[in-house]
């Protein structure tokens, strides 16, 4: 589902108008109109006028259910590092971290050289 009819089923959810929705974040009835039809986004600070005012964490409202979640394979993985003490989860954290900016140093040299 894309951000517009997150926004307005949460919307609806809540018992809420546009106009409603639109008091409550201090914008323009039609500005509603605009997200919910996909016709603009909204600006970081209105996302999180919107979370407040839906009672919903910004990550609900932007991203769909499994967007932010780990791949099927790595979850029962990721499900065990809460079973690490301290020193093991530091160091699982820093291997992480390398991994990620390999990946990220990796894919910005490939960027370059398409370039």
Known sequence: MAFPERL???RKKRGLT???LADKIKVHVSQIRRYENGNTQPTL???RKLSIALATSADLLV???NERQPKEELKHQFELLNQF???EMTIAK???NSLIL???VNRSLAQQTEK
């Open 18 to 20: 546009q106009q409603a």
């Open 94 to 96: 820093a291997l992480l």
């Open 8 to 10: 307005e089923s949460l």
């Open 85 to 87: 003490n301290e020193e």
């Open 45 to 47: 600070d209105v996302i």
């Open 63 to 65: 991203f769909d259910k």
């Open 102 to 104: 390999q990946h990220d």
